[in-house]
């Protein structure tokens, strides 16, 4: 079964500053990739989905952009992080011809 | 908006109650799920309903769908402790490849 890795797990961040989470998979290849944003209390917001080695898609205009350079590597970014990039940021796969979606720890990001 | 929409939107039973909350939707789906998520922790997968299905059951869990309502109840039955966590509704829609997720019922079974 797969396997889904997220860190740091935690992170503060001033404004302005950059940002890079990185998700790695395990057990499966060519898995569709997921990044969500969960603010506290709340449902998940799809950022970005990815169906194969750099093909990004992005779901809300935003301040962040997303990366696949691997077929299960998965990274966001910011150039400039804001106050309301806070949340906590999960990252999820789904495998092929498969239907459900496997989660990881998530990161939660404090950006002050 | 979200495509999902949970309801209630915070649920207290004691152990050993049965817990339902709902589900409701906006467009046609392919499939509903639903997921669970422990305090701080990522999604996990419950269950997944189709389309063509009406109810489904796995362990002490039931849903059920009505897409003439397109709606969707979880039931849990029995409920312990460790049940307590945020249950998430998601659809996914005719386009594949993402899920909607509702904005979650919080779940406090007191011991």
């Known amino acids: 079964s797969q396997t889904i890795h997220q860190w740091p797990a935690t992170l503060v961040q001033p404004v302005g500053s950059p940002l890079s989470l990185e998700c790695t998979v395990e057990?499966?290849?060519?898995?569709?990739l997921y990044w969500y944003r969960q603010a506290a209390g709340r449902g998940l917001q799809l950022l970005f989905y990815?169906?194969?080695?750099?093909?990004i898609s992005s779901e809300v205009p935003q301040n962040l952009s997303a990366s696949r350079p691997q077929d299960r590597q998965f990274i966001l970014s910011s150039k400039k992080l804001l106050l309301s990039d806070s949340g906590f940021y999960l990252c999820?796969?789904?495998?092929?011809?498969?239907?459900?979606?496997?989660f990881g720890p998530g990161t939660r990001l404090l950006v002050l | 908006s979200q495509q999902g929409e949970e309801d209630p939107q915070a649920l207290s039973i004691q152990e050993g109650e049965n817990a339902t909350m709902n589900c409701s939707y906006k467009t046609s789906i392919n499939n509903l799920q639903w997921y669970r998520q422990n305090s701080g922790r990522g999604l996990v997968h419950l269950i997944l309903i189709r389309s063509n299905e009406r109810e489904k059951h796995s362990g002490r869990l039931r849903v059920t769908l009505d897409t003439s309502k397109k709606s969707s109840s979880l039931l849990i039955t029995a409920s312990r402790a460790a049940d307590t966590a945020s249950y998430f509704c998601a659809t996914d829609a005719a386009a594949g490849n993402k899920l909607t997720f509702g904005g979650g019922t919080r779940v406090l079974v007191k011991p």
């Open positions: 999820a796969c789904q495998r092929e011809l498969q239907e459900t979606q496997y």
């Open positions: 057990g499966t290849s060519n898995p569709n």
């Open positions: 990815s169906v194969g080695i750099g093909q």
